[in-house]
């Protein structure tokens, strides 16, 4: 069955330092990968995806994730955090073919420090 | 993303009684999602409908059940609420690019509370 780990349950960074939050994922056929941000009080707000192509990926807030079939991995990267950055960050993995049933990971929550 | 709505954004009910959530969108999608979260399990899918004619069970569809009233609308209802199915509550939609893949857009969430 597909599934998603997230290892940190929660991750402190100061601002101005980078921060990769780390994703693996299970899953048996081609996966689309993507990364949702949630901000305290808001509803879901995708970052970036993954489908096919350049394992580098850049998103929305400038965030970006690399695809590591060989790690089935996809780890969320910024090089310098700002302290509207504070959130709750979910991977998920969906079939690259037929019905998009995502799954979730657990959710790493994010807080900045001055 | 204000493309998708769900009302109301907070409910307190009592145990036993129906309640209703609902999610409209404008996107124009097919396919639309109900999902719970809770604390440290992440999202999980409760009900998603491909079309108003095509309705599905989730992961943990117990409990619950759901209404395609037309292409923009989904509704999610619990018939004698529960303590436990006191969370977080998404709505989301979805487009399919052809040859690209599908992504889930989601509504704001409501938050609901059982006592």
């Known amino acids: 069955a597909q599934s998603v780990t997230q290892p940190d349950i929660h991750i402190t960074v100061s601002e101005g330092a980078s921060l990769e939050l780390r994703c693996n994922y299970s899953y048996g056929a081609t996966p689309y990968l993507f990364w949702y941000v949630q901000s305290p009080g808001q509803g879901l707000q995708l970052l970036l995806k993954y489908f096919s192509g350049d394992t580098l990926v850049q998103g929305i807030k400038g965030f970006e994730a690399e695809f590591k079939r060989s790690q089935s991995s996809f780890n969320l990267r910024k090089p310098s955090v700002h302290w509207s950055d504070a959130a709750e960050y979910f991977c998920?993995?969906?079939?690259?073919?037929?019905?998009?049933?995502?799954?979730f990971g657990t959710g790493t929550r994010l807080l900045v420090s001055p | 993303d204000a493309d998708v709505t769900q009302t109301p954004r907070n409910r307190i009910t009592k145990t036993g009684k129906r309640i209703m959530l609902e999610c409209s969108q404008t996107?124009?999608?097919?396919?639309m999602y109900w999902y719970r979260q809770d604390p440290g399990l992440g999202l999980r899918l409760i009900y998603y409908s491909f079309d108003v004619k095509d309705i599905n069970k989730g992961e943990i569809s117990d409990g619950y059940s759901v209404s395609r009233q037309a292409q923009a609308k989904f509704s999610l209802s619990l018939e004698s609420a529960i303590p436990n199915q006191t969370a977080l509550y998404f709505c989301a939609t979805s487009d399919i690019l052809s040859g690209v893949g599908e992504t889930q857009y989601f509504g704001p969430g409501t938050r609901l509370l059982v006592l």
């Open positions: 996107k124009g999608h097919d396919r």
């Open positions: 998920a993995v969906g079939a690259a073919k037929g019905f998009q049933k995502l799954v």
